[in-house]
């Protein structure tokens, strides 16, 4: 396969053109701005996984602009602290066979969440409001600031050369400070460092001369920048491919090529509902006006479509961040052809960019182990037990793997005639076909692991007791919530499950009640489907507790149609219902169908019918709380880890 051949990046040879995207991990930086052993395992677990190149996470070369007490969840080279994590990275990545970059970023600019030292506010190429807080304005940044800012980067290049470190990449992406100075819409600088485009890039270019001065003119570099910001204003793509034969006349060694900004992120953390390597036209683009190599990004977990694009000449390497997070084996099960076995990413971003946010350690959705790969690692049993798993969802098949892994006798109940629980219904849209692969997957490995698995068996206690198991782990998850209004048991009236798993017919208006992410992916589906689709919200606001670029991305599919916030249903009517806003205006809105997406309510049953009964019983998952995938998968591998 030519994802598997051997590559360069100027004069680093790379085993495949597999790569390791650059994700912070805030949880794993020690207060003093090193790496912590947790987050040299975590790196470790990718380089053995068989990666060729592993970028890591954002590192600062200065704390004159960008440091508070808030602030020391961050990578640091800067010759502030002692920085022997680097050569003990280097040293561990290589006895594996993988290569490392240490990305540097200039700063946060307009994205700082923090206040910084010196006037307290953060700093920008111009006086530009805060993201986060646009109350806030950062301030510009002086050509003495800029220059001395500049020079940092020629000394930690100097210490990361020393340091055995292989290349570094230099992130000018995303909205942060580097992208802002090369973008109009966020440089109003008149001095040499902004107006035209020439202007513009000098701040990059600069600075790719000091890293170059600081480690070597043939020390590997690597840039990494947005080709578009898909955003009014910002960059478009003419002007992005002016800028990578801009650098690579500047000496770049190759191009990582990415897409959006902070306003367009679910670009920049490419959402569940962005198709499979969403941004493969923007390095094919590039591909064709440069002579180094190029790097592309954006879903390409997917091992076919990954070697294709290879094949295909739109870039030279792939690299992967999340996928590697959901299964740092990725490389070696493609290598073996052991596609079943890969654990897919399911693109929530809950696991990762949403811990990340909450300056935790980055994990995984699907893979609990992520971020905490010694601690959490599976062993086996003390002593071997008998086990009965009440469920077939997420949460249960996650825990009857992990049990069986461990040396246990698991067996398997389930209800219905399928694996996979509520996840069923969700991955029917074909932009949740990442679902559908992770139900392949569990069930797959359950199986593989030799669980014995029973449909139509429903758990009551006398045959739960008759079966006499020494462990029993409920997993009955939640079934949806009919809100108690006048006229739900109505014909037109269905649950968004129905209209998913295509059980009732759906007219070609549509009223959705509910505002969460069950409501809104629905009615994506039916919008998909053309139907006239109306939302409606009892609270102020929709999507409370949905990670910001499914939010922001659901948002945007639904700027031509109706939500309705702060808006009581009073009663289903015939083709229609009833409403009442927060001012007490009532109306009715016209509806062929009425679709209920207002929750789910734990199924207790199983559990409260064992409770005193059992040696050791255990509930995980929605049946305790409806929650979220991630919850049922972490409580399903945690518990399993310890029975």
Known sequence: MRLFEAGRIGRLHLKNRIVMSSINSPGNINPDGTLSQRGIDYYIARAKGGVGLIITGASRVSREFEYSPRLHRVLFVDGSV???????????LHDYGAKVAVQFQPGRGRIAR?????????????????????????????VGEIERLVKAFEGSAETVRNAGIDAIELNFHAGYLGDEFVTSLWNKRTDAYGGSLEGRLRFPQEIIKAVKSGAGAEFPVIYKFGLTHYLEGGREIEEGLEIARSLEAAGVDALTIDAGCYETQYWTFAATYQPPGCMVDLSEKVKQVVKIPVIAVGKLGYPEL????????????????????????????VKAGRMEDIRPCIGDNDGCMGRS????????TVNPATGVERQLAITPAERKKSVLIVGGGPGGMEAARVAAARGHQVVLWEKGNALGGNLIPASVPDFKQDYRRLIDYLATQVRTAGVAIEFGREATPELVLKMNPEVVIVATGATAVIPEIPGTKKEEVVTASDVLLGNKEIGESVVVLGGGIVGFETALY???????????????????????TSRMYLLKEFR???????????????????????????????????????????????????????????????????RKVLDAIWEGYRLARLI
């Not at 295909?312 to 990725?330: N, Q, V």
Request: glycine share 6%.
């Open 82 to 92: 002692h920085t022997a994590w680097l050569s003990e990275l280097a040293d561990a």
């Open 114 to 142: 923090e206040k910084v030292s010196g006037s307290g506010v953060a700093v920008a190429p111009s006086p530009l409001p805060c993201f986060f807080t646009p109350d806030r304005v950062a301030r510009e940044l002086t």
């Open 306 to 333: 990954a070697e294709r694009v290879l094949v295909e000449g739109k870039a030279d390497f792939i690299a992967l961040g999340r996928a590697l997070l959901a299964d740092p084996e990725w490389a070696n099960k």
């Open 357 to 364: 946010a909450q300056e935790k350690y980055v994990s995984c």
């Open 526 to 548: 039916l919008k998909q489907k053309e139907k006239k689709v109306v939302v409606v919200e009892l609270l102020d606001r929709v999507m409370r507790n949905v990670f910001s």
């Open 560 to 626: 031509d149609s109706e939500i309705l916030i702060s808006t009581k249903v009073l009663e289903v009517k015939d083709k229609g219902i009833a409403i009442e806003n927060r001012y007490g205006k009532r109306d009715v809105l016209k509806a062929d169908t009425v679709v209920i997406a207002t929750g789910f309510q734990s199924n207790k049953g199983p559990y409260e019918g064992l409770r005193g009964r059992c040696p050791e019983l255990y509930a995980i998952g929605d049946c305790i709380e409806p």
